[in-house]
């Protein structure tokens, strides 16, 4: 994809600015395009990012493309910010394609400033059922849906910002003994039931237990903070940065890491 039809594209994607809600006219092919592009730079990158602050750090976007813009609006659009997004791009709203095309846009643009971590509905078997398989229906056909599952399976799962803050979508494992483990997972890769890879995008917090606990989601563990501690001290980190949950108090803002 060349550069004149990547910034045509994300001055079409801009245009939701005026038009909330509404569909932003695309071609199949130029998403197909992206998700190429987009795989082969996920793939260059380590699947544990090694990134510096400042960046802005945000969670589940779902599909709300219109709260995707206004979060670029507050925290400044690429490249005059950092980004680090930590999945869950697609599902439950309205607008799944215009939101993940937005965001694979300027990580072909900005490669090394926008950055984009897997989430456990960019995995076939979920959104096969919580909206975006049938956006994708819908709008242009399976086979982009396809496409967009090969690019998902490229997506890193991890991050450390300055050495000392580990982000995810989901959380701790109790098989992760090292971070070279994270580094070591082989992509282009499917979310399996169980593991290292499953618990990094399902697993839960929960400050009312020790140690590791069953997850009412039906998948992966939840954990304890003392396990959170332990973790922390092992790795010489000092915090560890997720989504996969709606904050409480909820506050309409991303967290920008200096």
Same mark, same amino acid.
């Given at each position: 994809?060349?550069g004149?039809a990547?910034d045509?594209?994300?001055?079409?994607? *801009?245009? =939701?600015?005026k038009t909330?809600? &509404?569909? @932003?006219?695309?071609?199949e092919?130029e @998403?197909?395009? *992206?998700? $190429?592009?987009?795989?082969e730079?996920f793939l260059?990158q380590?699947n544990?990012l090694?990134?510096?602050a400042?960046?802005?750090?945000?969670?589940?976007i779902?599909?709300?493309?219109?709260?995707? *813009?206004?979060?670029? %609006? #507050?925290?400044?659009f690429p !490249?005059?910010a950092?980004?680090?997004f930590?999945?869950? #791009?697609v599902d439950?709203?309205?607008?799944?394609?215009?939101? $993940?095309?937005?965001l694979?846009? #300027? &990580?072909?643009?900005? !490669?090394d400033?926008?950055?984009?971590?897997? =989430?456990?509905?960019?995995?076939?078997?979920i959104?096969?059922i919580?909206g975006? #398989?049938?956006?994708c229906?819908?709008?242009f056909s399976?086979?982009?849906w396809?496409?967009?599952?090969?690019?998902?399976n490229c997506?890193p +799962?991890?991050? +450390?910002? /300055?050495d000392? @803050?580990?982000c995810m979508h989901?959380g701790?494992?109790?098989e992760?003994?090292?971070?070279n483990q994270?580094?070591?997972?082989e992509r !282009?890769? /499917?979310v399996p039931?169980q593991g290292l890879?499953?618990?990094?995008?399902?697993a839960?917090?929960d400050? /009312?237990i020790?140690?590791?606990?069953?997850?009412?989601?039906g998948v992966?563990?939840?954990f304890?903070p003392?396990?959170?501690? %332990?973790?922390?001290?092992?790795? /010489?980190?000092?915090?560890?940065c997720?989504?996969?949950?709606?904050?409480k !108090?909820?506050?309409a803002?991303?967290?920008q890491?200096?």
């Amino acid at each position: 994809m060349d550069g004149s039809a990547l910034d045509n594209l994300i001055e079409r994607l *801009l245009e =939701g600015r005026k038009t909330k809600g &509404k569909r @932003i006219q695309l071609q199949e092919a130029e @998403i197909r395009q *992206l998700c $190429i592009v987009s795989k082969e730079i996920f793939l260059r990158q380590p699947n544990l990012l090694e990134l510096e602050a400042p960046i802005n750090v945000c969670g589940d976007i779902h599909g709300q493309f219109s709260d995707l *813009l206004r979060l670029f %609006e #507050y925290g400044g659009f690429p !490249p005059d910010a950092n980004y680090l997004f930590l999945g869950d #791009y697609v599902d439950r709203g309205k607008q799944s394609i215009e939101t $993940i095309c937005l965001l694979l846009c #300027y &990580k072909i643009k900005f !490669p090394d400033n926008f950055f984009l971590l897997r =989430g456990n509905h960019e995995c076939a078997s979920i959104n096969r059922i919580y909206g975006f #398989y049938d956006e994708c229906k819908r709008r242009f056909s399976v086979r982009l849906w396809k496409i967009f599952t090969d690019c998902f399976n490229c997506l890193p +799962v991890a991050a +450390v910002i /300055d050495d000392k @803050i580990l982000c995810m979508h989901g959380g701790l494992s109790p098989e992760m003994d090292s971070l070279n483990q994270i580094r070591a997972i082989e992509r !282009p890769v /499917d979310v399996p039931d169980q593991g290292l890879l499953c618990d990094l995008l399902w697993a839960d917090p929960d400050r /009312d237990i020790k140690g590791w606990g069953e997850n009412d989601r039906g998948v992966s563990f939840t954990f304890g903070p003392d396990k959170v501690a %332990e973790f922390l001290k092992k790795h /010489d980190l000092d915090l560890i940065c997720r989504a996969h949950q709606i904050l409480k !108090p909820w506050r309409a803002k991303p967290t920008q890491l200096e």
